[in-house]
């Protein structure tokens, strides 16, 4: 069992930064695959970003490649996301999410553990 817990959210200004935290425990191993979700008022989740446990493999929706970035800390079990030049459009609940798999997904419903989530509020 792997539980997810998210924090560093918060209110900010356009053009600013923020970095989220999840902390992972339980055990992960192997193919363990670990992603940033978010979800706005009245739309679906949608994928932020994913990196791998083991060897760091990092993908990125569209919408935030080259303003946002995802990284581990195995040795803390400590995932992050920086998140420069944020947009009001990037206004939602983030979510940390992970699973087990070979390939890489952007399907939330692939997702088996979920945290809470917290909340990032960009205005102009």
């Known amino acids: 069992q792997v539980h997810l817990v998210e924090s560093g959210g918060g209110s900010v200004q356009a053009g600013t930064f923020l970095t989220l935290t999840c902390i992972t425990s339980g055990r992960t191993y192997g193919n363990y695959q670990t992603a940033w979700f978010r979800q706005a008022p009245g739309k679906e989740r949608e994928f932020v970003a994913s990196i791998r446990w083991v060897g760091g493999l990092a993908d990125y929706a569209d919408s935030v490649l080259g303003r946002f970035s995802v990284s581990t800390q195995n040795t803390k079990n400590l995932l992050y996301l920086r998140m420069t030049k944020l947009k009001p459009e990037d206004t939602a609940m983030y979510y940390c999410?992970?699973?087990?798999?070979?390939?890489?997904?952007?399907?939330?419903?692939?997702?088996?553990?979920w945290g809470q989530g917290t909340q990032v509020t960009v205005s102009s």
């Open positions: 999410a992970g699973r087990y798999g070979y390939s890489d997904s952007h399907d939330a419903g692939e997702y088996e553990y």
